[in-house]
């Protein structure tokens, strides 16, 4: 038997279905099996929905509210390309003059999942473990 599940709680999500598949926009930004999600690295937008899931433990809500407080890296006029990353304009790991100008390229991380991402496993290692990433 197969079917679709489709929810923004990534929690249900993993309980319920062996393989993921993570939407933005219409396009696929993630797809691997529900393990995948267990721990960083990530797409961008597969973390914001990870780290949306509350924790049960003093000073969660506060270290969510320091990451959404932080300003996005500046970028510049977008190409007329429809393949571009449809999050880039709410990502805090995007990279000016290429996320805006250059469509990312399918690409699978060692955990097996497969991203659409400019930046590589350790530097979106790195930025979901709250460490800000440099271009």
Request: proline letters at 8%; a neutral charge; hydrophobic letters at 35%.
């Amino acid at each position: 038997m197969s079917y679709m599940f489709i929810s923004h709680d990534i929690s249900t999500v993993r309980a319920i279905c062996d393989d993921v598949m993570v939407l933005y926009a219409g396009q696929c930004v993630e797809a691997g099996q529900r393990d995948v999600l267990a721990a960083p690295p990530h797409h961008p937008y597969t973390g914001l929905l990870v780290d949306s899931v509350p924790a049960l433990r003093p000073g969660w809500l506060d270290s969510r509210r320091a990451l959404t407080g932080t300003a996005l890296p500046s970028m510049g006029p977008a190409s007329e390309s429809t393949e571009l990353c449809g999050f880039r304009g709410r990502c805090h790991v995007r990279i000016d003059g290429k996320c805006n100008v250059t469509p990312p390229s399918a690409r699978q991380l060692p955990s097996g999942a497969v991203i659409l991402c400019h930046r590589s496993a350790a530097e979106l290692e790195r930025a979901q473990k709250t460490e800000p990433v440099t271009a």
